[in-house]
């Protein structure tokens, strides 16, 4: 079946850092890729997506690439601010048969920034 | 634009009740999703509803059922409530169901079993 590994966090950084929060999975077919970002009390939000292979996703300063030989869609950002503190969750989705589709996804990686 | 919402946020149940959550998708989407988020994990997949008809189900027992109305809104129906129900259940609405789709999250009901 489908999965995607995530670091496990959390990942705490200084402002301004970099950051990379690394993302693998395995699928049978040709799966999209997603990240979506949890902040504290809230639902879920789309960071960014990629659809094929060499994509790359970006969106409010962060960034992956569809790396497909290395089955990777890291997440990346040049410089974190604090309230960039969240869960960031890396997903896939692939269409099943019959139609529609699931979202599968990681563990999640906290992120804490501090001044 | 009301994005998708849910209600209600929060509900404590005693075991072996049943439980009702709803949920409005985004104006314009006709698929609903249902996910489970158990405290520290990702979201696991229960259902997809689409054209009133369940279209894909995930790993979940028959306790778990749910329907979805003309106007595209969702309900989810857990029955015979077991301790380990205990999550966060989150809705995610779509405009059809393809690979590339995006999925909208509601901001979830915090289910809590005792």
């Known amino acids: 079946g489908n999965s995607v590994t995530q670091m496990e966090g959390p990942v705490t950084l200084s402002e301004e850092a970099f950051l990379t929060i690394n993302c693998t999975y395995t699928a049978t077919g040709y799966p999209s890729l997603f990240w979506y970002v949890q902040y504290p009390g809230e639902g879920l939000q789309l960071l960014l997506k990629a659809t094929k292979a060499d994509d790359k996703g970006s969106n409010k300063g962060f960034e992956a690439t569809y790396r497909k030989e290395t089955t990777s869609f890291h997440l990346e950002k040049g410089s974190v601010q604090v309230s960039d503190s969240a869960v960031y969750f890396c997903a896939l989705s692939e269409g099943l048969t019959g139609g529609g589709n699931k979202l599968t996804f990681g563990t999640g990686t906290q992120l804490k920034v501090e001044l | 634009d009301a994005g998708v919402t849910q209600s209600p946020t929060h509900l404590i149940k005693t075991r072996g009740q049943q439980v009702t959550l709803r949920c409005s998708p985004k104006s314009g989407h006709d698929t609903v999703s249902w996910y489970q988020q158990a405290l520290g994990q990702g979201p696991q997949f229960i259902f997809q509803?689409?054209?009133?008809?369940?279209?894909q189900r995930g790993n979940f027992p028959d306790r778990f059922s749910g329907h979805q109305f003309p106007n595209y809104s969702s309900e989810l129906n857990v029955n015979a409530l077991l301790l380990g129900d205990s999550a966060l259940y989150l809705c995610a609405s779509s405009l059809g169901g393809g690979r590339g789709t995006e999925a909208f999250f509601g901001q979830g009901t915090r289910l809590t079993v005792v």
């Open positions: 509803y689409y054209e009133e008809e369940e279209r």
